[in-house]
């Protein structure tokens, strides 16, 4: 059974910096590409940052120079590194893996509010 647990989350000020984490198991999860995901209030989900099996790396440009995504295999995590927050960050972030076969798991998403 395939398991994905968010944590990291909080209230921070404009300016501030939060690390997030999502531990998979029950997956080989160096062979999964994996997503951040994140969703404000009123709005759709939106891609945030990602990560090949190969460690390959793209973001949005809403977040671009300010989050960096990365994962620790031998702790089959991935992280999101958010420094220079914004008030316009605020969201619930959710972890997404995406197994060789294209099947797909959600974390149950971990709450970040940047107060200005």
């Not at 300010?66 to 008030?87: C, E, G, H, W």
Request: glycine share 10%; net charge positive.
């Amino acid at each position: 059974q395939v398991q994905l647990v968010e944590s990291g989350g909080g209230l921070v000020q404009a300016g501030g910096s939060l690390r997030l984490s999502c531990a998979v198991s029950g997956t080989m999860f160096s062979n999964n590409h994996m997503e951040w995901y994140r969703q404000a209030p009123g709005k759709q989900r939106e891609l945030v940052a990602q990560i090949s099996s190969s460690a390959v790396t793209s973001y949005a440009d809403s977040v671009k120079g300010r989050f960096t995504i990365s994962r620790d295999n031998a702790k089959n995590t991935v992280y999101l590194q958010m420094n220079s927050l914004k008030p316009e960050d605020t969201a619930v972030y959710y972890c997404n893996a995406i197994m060789p076969s294209g099947r797909k798991y959600w974390g149950q998403g971990t709450q970040v509010t940047v107060s200005s």
